[in-house]
């Protein structure tokens, strides 16, 4: 009897393995089929150029699956973000589904604290998830010769790139390859938590000469605690720039080259320095010893003691949300008293990628399609990843009203302001990072390790480091 | 005629039989592979790795290649990793003496006849079960910040607590208190050899007029010297590798105060992605952590007293 049951299991075990098998073949042929018909579509669309604007007119409609063998296949997604954005996007992996019902997205989703360590080590190994959502950055940093990435390009069927300037793609487009296609574009501008402001009787403020002016009143009326904005050192380092860059009116680095000397940037860090001699920002040891994880979770932003911030726009809701009751939080204005220039750069937010080892590229085109161009995922995701760069994402979000005000607001005003490149190896991790030459420099001088001269030296050969490699 | 495991006789053709007999002769091997597998492959294969990568530039996205002793030499050449070195020595010369020092005075006391002793040896013990998540940072924050727990209750008395996570001078020690309260694991193999220790010579002590703390230092610590020695080691070793504290509470600041040398050789494989240096840092660690386990074992003969010694 136990050897009937042996032989049994065996034989049934046999049959599964058959099948599994069975599976991944079928799978792997549906993949070249698909290539096959998207070469064919090719071929079509150069004959036959009414067809392409057809093509045009449907660019908020679902994807053409014709090319699908309807396998069942099963890809994996990533991102990082907070709980309305992991909501919304689930809400919308759900919705895909329903609509592409042979695909099954597996969500991998986490906050941003350990993310880029994990997907760097996934990307090294090749076992990063099939779609992405990544930093621009890690175009050049994980991909500069393109290998972590597919090429987009070949997926233009699918993904409706006509959706999205050829600007904003050139953006995403290394090694001739188009790399990510860019969910948003982001730059840094002032927030006020009007509320204090109030309360210490005075405007927020509009330039340089109101911002040290409220510095003092804060002191004065509020006490010691209160600071119109609260600046990090990756904050400092950024306004940094924009102060730079409106003073001398050259980008921050140029064909992989420092525009800048030892000398200017030392005019730069005594502009920072200012901001904390005058009460205007608190020092980074203050900040430090309030214990808190980052600014949107330190009391001292929640409660209004802190009455501002220099944040980008596409993260400014998650500071207006963690804001006690009651207290009003608005746009700022860009101090025009800076400099003779319009300094400052915009950038992408983000970026969808798929990786360049999926077994399923057109797939993982299709929910790209889906999360940026198609109503029913952007009605659904709405602005959770800043204002859709994507033409008929944002015609949706702006004809059904589905977009946040106060992000909106931010958005316009540091487009129709930014003026200067942002080099992606500002953001390299040797420079970025909490151990990097930014906070080196930044919270070297707060503490008083550094003198100006020595912080700008700092700043000077760790950036021409991270340049040269 | 062969039998199974079970006992059954079964009937074997002479091939079956030998393969039995094989199965049988190896059968302690087979229960070891799955160890000896993972042991292969999650620690010998990356520790060799390692030390090969050690001499190499290796970037995790730019190749690699060979630059001989170079990280070496970068190593002793650049102050920040200098520094981390010399924090974890201070950190482990904080930590691993009060640690050792504080789980043995539990463990004494909870050696004694107290009510309610089972709940206080739990009660010790559940800290060590915490490990170094964020549940603990947040803890641990909400007790050393500016406006925390600690410098509030400072305050009812009058003092005016320093900043512990912003000032360079305290953030070790925030850190180095963080280890220190989990010293369960410690004291429960503490409390096992102060169990050990034959009651017969207290008496006999305590009629000789030897109080409590004589008896301590003249009975107790002798007789539980392997145990005190084997916290040391093992201690030690834990202090030199420390990574949860330092990543959670503090992220190596402030300015570089409380970077490890572990927390360091992460930020250099996982955030510069320069995994050559990195795996120098750590070969460079693994020797000195070598040193200093030698020079433990070499000083046994002064201190440890082993009970088979004696009857030699």
């Given at each position: 009897m136990k050897r009937i049951a042996t032989l049994l299991l065996a034989l049934i075990m046999v049959l599964s393995l058959a099948a599994c098998g069975k599976d991944n073949t079928d799978a792997e042929t549906g993949g070249v089929t698909k290539k096959e018909d998207t070469a064919k579509t090719d071929d079509t669309k150069k004959e036959d150029t009414k067809k392409e604007d057809t093509k045009k007119e449907d660019?908020?409609?679902?994807?053409?699956?014709?090319?699908?063998?309807?396998e069942p296949v099963t890809i994996k997604f990533s991102w990082w973000g907070g709980d309305s954005r992991h909501e919304a996007t689930l809400a919308a992996i759900e919705k895909f589904q329903e609509t592409y019902d042979w695909i099954t997205v597996e969500p991998q989703y986490g906050a941003w604290s350990g993310w880029e360590e994990s997907m760097a080590t996934a990307f090294a190994t090749k076992t990063a998830p099939d779609v992405n959502q990544i930093n621009w950055n890690w175009i050049t940093s994980f991909s500069s010769d393109g290998s972590a990435f597919k090429d987009l390009n070949e997926y233009s069927d699918t993904i409706k790139l006509e959706n999205f300037s050829k600007s904003s793609l050139d953006l995403c487009t290394l090694a001739g390859e188009l790399q990510a296609i860019p969910v948003s574009m982001t730059g840094r501008i002032f927030y006020w938590n009007k509320t204090t402001f109030d309360k210490a009787g005075i405007a927020t403020p509009t330039n340089l000469a109101e911002l040290y002016a409220a510095g003092e009143t804060f002191k004065n009326v509020l006490g010691d605690d209160y600071y119109p904005i609260s600046l990090g050192e990756y904050d400092r380092m950024i306004l940094m720039v924009y102060y730079l860059e409106s003073v001398y009116g050259k980008a921050w680095v140029v064909d992989n080259e420092l525009q800048y000397t030892a000398e200017e940037i030392q005019k730069g860090l005594e502009f920072i320095q200012s901001l904390e001699d005058a009460h205007v920002t608190p020092s980074i040891q203050t900040i430090t010893g309030d214990g808190a994880e980052s600014l949107d979770k330190n009391p001292k932003w929640m409660e209004g003691k802190y009455a501002g911030i220099f944040e980008w726009d596409s993260s400014a809701s998650k500071f207006q949300k963690a804001l006690a009751e009651g207290q009003e939080f608005i746009v700022g204005e860009y101090m025009k008293d800076m400099g003779d220039y319009q300094g400052g750069y915009a950038k992408v937010s983000l970026a969808f990628a798929i990786s360049e080892t999926t077994p399923y590229p057109e797939e993982c085109a299709l929910l790209i399609n889906f999360l940026l161009n198609e109503d029913a995922g952007v009605e659904i995701m709405k602005?959770?990843?800043?204002?859709?760069?994507s033409k008929n994402g944002l015609e949706v979000c702006l004809n059904k009203g589905l977009l946040d005000t106060t992000v909106a607001e931010a958005n316009v005003k540091v487009l129709s302001w930014v003026s200067f490149p942002l080099d992606p190896k500002f953001e390299a991790a040797e420079l970025k990072n909490s151990d990097g030459i930014y906070f080196d420099a930044m919270s070297g001088l707060s503490y008083g390790d550094y003198s100006l001269a020595d912080a700008a030296q700092v700043l000077v050969d760790g950036i021409k480091a991270a340049l040269a490699k | 005629m062969a039998k199974n495991v079970s006992g059954i006789s079964i009937e074997a053709s002479p091939g079956k039989s030998k393969i039995k007999k094989n199965l049988r002769r190896n059968i302690g091997f087979i229960y070891v592979l799955p160890w000896l597998i993972g042991f292969l492959v999650f620690r010998l294969y990356p520790f060799i790795s390692s030390f090969f990568y050690s001499f190499t530039d290796f970037q995790l996205f730019d190749g690699i290649k060979e630059v001989g002793l170079m990280n070496y030499k970068e190593i002793f050449a650049s102050p920040k990793i200098m520094k981390a070195f010399n924090v974890t020595f201070k950190y482990a010369f904080i930590t691993v003496p009060l640690k050792l020092a504080i789980s043995l005075f539990i463990a004494y006391i909870l050696n004694?006849?107290?009510?309610g002793v089972k709940l206080f040896r739990t009660a010790y013990y559940i800290p060590s079960i915490l490990g170094g998540s964020v549940a603990i940072a947040v803890l641990w924050k909400a007790v050393f910040r500016d406006d925390g727990l600690l410098n509030t209750a400072l305050a009812f008395f009058g003092v005016e607590g320093p900043q512990w996570l912003s000032d360079p001078s305290y953030a070790l020690f925030v850190i180095s208190l963080l280890r220190v309260w989990q010293f369960g694991s410690a004291m429960v193999i503490f409390l096992a050899a102060l169990k050990a220790v034959p009651n017969d010579l207290y008496e006999a002590a305590a009629i000789d007029g030897a109080g409590r703390g004589r008896q301590f230092l003249s009975i107790t610590i002798p007789i539980i010297t392997p145990v005190v020695f084997y916290n040391l080691v093992t201690q030690l070793c834990q202090a030199f590798q420390e990574f949860n504290g330092p990543y959670i509470i503090?992220?190596?600041g402030p300015r570089n105060s409380t970077t490890l040398i572990s927390l360091l050789i992460y930020n250099n494989a996982f955030k510069s992605y320069e995994m050559g240096m990195a795996s120098a840092m750590a070969w460079l660690m693994f020797i000195i952590l070598t040193v200093f386990t030698v020079i433990a074992f070499l000083s046994q003969k002064y201190w440890v007293h082993y009970s088979d010694e004696e009857a030699k």
């Open positions: 660019a908020s409609k679902p994807a053409d699956d014709t090319a699908d063998t309807k602005s959770e990843r800043g204002i859709p760069l | 004694f006849k107290l009510k503090t992220q190596g």
